[in-house]
């Protein structure tokens, strides 16, 4: 009984979370009547064979579905087994910040030793089970005849329990799905490097590259999980649009105005990386072989193209960065400043290695109060990482002048949340996420009041929608992104986009998809297309 339950269970498993539920164990899965019809006509040795290899396919499907599940939930997508086999390491990590590391040790075994269990179950289950119809040849063929009528007279009829087809094909869909998906991924090597190979600015003379920002203080940030669902979800929209309306105001005060819309990101719940690179490289850059291919090539990054001109100091503040960081060559930046470079003493706030605020007055202390080279202008590249999940604890604003070597967040950081306690609250959750956009945005915009110029121009934007749990399972991949200047003249050059004044985008803004905002905003700032082909 337990292993034909073990078995059942295994071949009609979702790879979703949305998908668990009884009904979902209570279906005849047609596999199942297949094997047992071939196992009944086999001879001994070659029906074991049969029986240990099917329960260890049967393992390893199991398995992608776990992993299918937790991707889902988290990433929006399913598990690729090509590619995504590196990101379990970088989940590995989170955890120990967010958990510490005997937590995350005890939790990386458990999963190593539940993962070995499941393929020697499943592999022994499927041998007692054949030899039981084996000694029962009678009966077994019998059942196995009632169980084929009934599952083709349930797939015929389309006969449902709680919504859920009583008829399953499961596990020959997710095979068949998986082993299409590793099709499309080695087909997409070869496309995508096609067309990375095409730039449409990837000849432009460097005295026709975005002339209509020269002398300007150009700054690209990031802000970690800053989706839409920020702005409309009832449960975080509340706080976080009072916090966008309210330094659209002090902004204004200041004389800076803003105009916000939509991208769709590349990415969704996490792989930042992607939607970095998706925004400078203007090419849709999904996963991590696509990121490859573009890191290794010459088409040109929009920081890229500030740094062609030979008229900008290029410099990037990473807090997030702790290890080699190879991709600043790609993105044309002089200087990069890394989570051991910003002189931060102050505790981490679980994943993030520092507050944004600090970060912040880093890049003031360290780029933006230098002059930069004689007749030459600056643009900056910063990506912060307060919003990034589990949001506990999350950082309070302190006085700039009070921050110091970091030091100040000790106490902050003792009296926050658990992430622990948080991650287990799918309600907390949401509220402390909402909580991390308004610290992170007010941290930004008020850095702008206190240091901005009358030539800097702020472009800043969400990486990806947090993860399924917090956005919601049908969410879109939308995130907001705004241009904020002092000089009209900037902000009149994409009027024809129809974003939204301030930094708030209506619901119904224009929504692009993430890869066009670099060739949109190269051609809004006079550059000169001149395509370059490989």
């Known amino acids: 009984m337990l292993a034909a339950a073990l078995v059942v269970a295994a071949l009609v498993l979702p790879d979703k979370v949305v998908g668990l539920g009884p009904a979902t164990f209570l279906r005849i899965p047609g596999e199942a009547v297949i094997l047992a019809a071939v196992t009944i006509a086999l001879p001994r040795r070659p029906r074991i064979v049969l029986a240990v290899v099917t329960g260890l396919l049967l393992g390893v499907v199991t398995v ?14 399913s598990f690729n087994p090509v590619l995504d086999w590196a990101l379990l390491g970088d989940a590995q990590s989170y955890l120990e910040d967010s958990l510490g590391r005997t937590a995350t040790l005890a939790a990386t075994a458990a999963v190593i030793v539940v993962a070995l269990l499941l393929f020697v179950l499943t592999a022994l ?10 000694r029962n040849t009678g009966a077994a063929t019998r059942g196995t005849l009632v169980a084929g009528v009934v599952w083709i007279t349930c797939s015929s009829l389309g006969l449902q329990v709680a919504g859920m087809p009583i008829a399953s094909g499961r596990t020959a ?14 087909h997409d090597e070869a ?8 730039d449409a600015f990837g000849n432009t003379p460097a005295a026709q590259l975005v002339p209509d920002l020269r002398g300007k203080d150009m700054i690209f940030t990031f802000i970690e999980s800053y989706g839409r669902s920020a702005i409309e979800d009832p449960i975080m929209a509340p706080g976080v649009d009072t916090t966008l309306d309210e330094r659209t105001k002090a902004l204004a005060a200041a004389g800076y105005h803003a105009k916000s819309g939509w991208l769709t990101s590349a990415t969704y719940g ?19 072989q696509r990121y490859r291919t573009v890191m290794a090539s010459d088409h040109m990054s929009l920081t890229d193209a500030f740094e062609k001109t030979g008229d900008f100091d290029t410099v990037g503040v990473m807090p997030g960065v702790q290890k080699g960081w190879p991709e600043q060559k790609w993105y044309g930046l002089d200087k990069v400043y890394n989570a051991f470079q910003l002189g931060y003493q102050g505790p981490k706030f679980s994943w993030s290695t520092m ?31 307060s919003s990034h999940q589990p949001w506990a604890p999350i950082p309070k604003m302190v006085g700039w002048d009070q921050l110091g070597d970091g030091s100040v967040f000790k106490a902050i950081q003792a009296a926050g949340n658990k992430p622990a306690d948080v991650i287990a609250d799918t309600t907390r959750s949401r509220e402390e996420y909402g909580k991390s956009i308004q610290y992170s945005v007010t941290a930004l915009t008020e850095w702008l009041r206190r240091y901005g110029t009358k030539d800097t121009v702020l472009v800043f934007l969400g990486d990806h929608q947090p993860m399924a749990r917090v956005s919601g399972n049908h969410a879109s991949r939308d995130v907001p992104i705004s241009l904020v200047a002092k000089d009209p003249k900037v902000l009149d050059r994409i009027s024809s986009w129809g974003w ?5 985008p209506a619901h119904d803004a224009p929504v692009w998809k993430m890869s066009s905002f670099r060739d ?6 006079g550059s000169t297309p001149h395509p370059k082909t490989h």
Do not use: C
């Not at 289950?125 to 084996?134: D, G, T, W």
């Open 500 to 504: 939204t004044d301030g930094l708030r």
């Open 64 to 77: 992608l579905n776990l992993l299918d599940m937790g991707f889902n939930q988290y990433l929006g997508r």
């Open 355 to 385: 507050p944004d605020q600090y970060a912040l007055q880093q890049f003031q202390d360290r780029v933006h109060s230098k002059k930069p080279a004689a007749g030459r202008s600056r643009m900056s590249l910063l990506i912060l990482t």
């Open 125 to 134: 289950s499927m041998v007692r089970l054949s030899n039981l119809l084996a």
């Open 173 to 186: 869909t997710a095979l068949k799905t998986q082993v299409q998906g590793v099709a499309d991924t080695l």
């Open 270 to 288: 996490g792989s930042s990386w992607l939607g970095h690179s998706t925004t400078m490289s203007g090419l849709w850059i999904s996963n991590q």
């Open 520 to 525: 949109r905003f190269l051609t809004a700032y």
């Open 191 to 198: 496309e995508f490097r096609k067309v990375a190979g095409v």
